[in-house]
């Protein structure tokens, strides 16, 4: 029996990258996925490699998107067992140069967005008294990072959001952990130096950079029933990098 058969599992940010690859991995595991994507056209590339996937545009920023949109994902497929914030962007620059305009953008999608997801399913999971979150963080927001002071601080923020909800909701037999990337192949990375690869390669002990599928094995894991007893936790899935 797959581990997700018929629940009904979001995952935000779903068009590639980690996304992509969590929403095929619970498609394997039989459940119905709702693949979100800011432009419904690209979370459609991903839905229709999974049997019984629907896409579904929404920015996860806006308020009324999220509530349009999961009031949708219920009427189609049900109450949702799982939910997975992993939609997420970088603007990327040195202090002195973060316009206003990066630290908000960061902030409204990385944290804004992993607080209305949450908001909008925690109602039907209360009344089920059942249900799974888990929240894509960032290393970067355990140990910070150069040039990502937006970046690190909503990831931080996302840990702490992670926290609250766990004691928050955990009577009702929801749990609410954190997953936190490495340096992972996929378009966000992809404009990054050779040279920073290679040091990645070179400092984390498992020698290799990491793939959306090894985030992807985590949050299985955190979102199944067999993981009933851990909540408000971080697990760091870098290779080791911060070791
Ligand atoms: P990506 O850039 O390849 O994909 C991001 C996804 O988020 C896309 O599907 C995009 O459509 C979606 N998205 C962006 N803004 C959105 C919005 N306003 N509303 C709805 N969807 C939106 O990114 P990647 O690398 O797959 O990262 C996924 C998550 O993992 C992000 O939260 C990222 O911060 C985190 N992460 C990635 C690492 C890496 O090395 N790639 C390392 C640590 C964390």
Partial sequence: M???????????GASRGIGR??????????????CIATRRENALATAERIAGAIAYGC???????????????????????????????????????????DWDQVQAV??????????????????????????ISSIVGQSGAAGQANYAASKAGVIGLTMALAKELGSRNITVNAVAPGFIETDMTSELSEEMRASVIAKAPIGRLGSGEDIAHGVTFLASREAGYITGQTLTIDGGLIL
């Avoid at 009427?75 to 949702?80: I, K, M, T, W």
């Avoid at 990385?110 to 929240?135: D, E, P, Q």
């Fill in 2 to 12: 797959s581990r997700f058969q018929d629940q009904v599992v979001i995952v935000t």
């Fill in 21 to 34: 690859a969590i929403a095929e991995a619970f498609g394997r595991e039989g459940a119905r996925v709702a």
């Fill in 59 to 101: 920015d996860v920023s806006n308020e009324s998107s999220v509530q349009e949109t999961f009031a949708q994902i219920e009427s189609d497929l049900g109450v949702p067992q799982v939910l997975v914030n992993n939609a997420g962007i970088t603007r990327d620059t040195l202090l002195m140069r973060m316009s206003l305009e």
């Fill in 110 to 135: 990385n944290l804004r967005g992993a607080f209305l997801c949450s908001r909008a399913v925690t109602k039907s999971m209360m009344k089920a008294r059942y249900g799974r979150m888990v929240n």
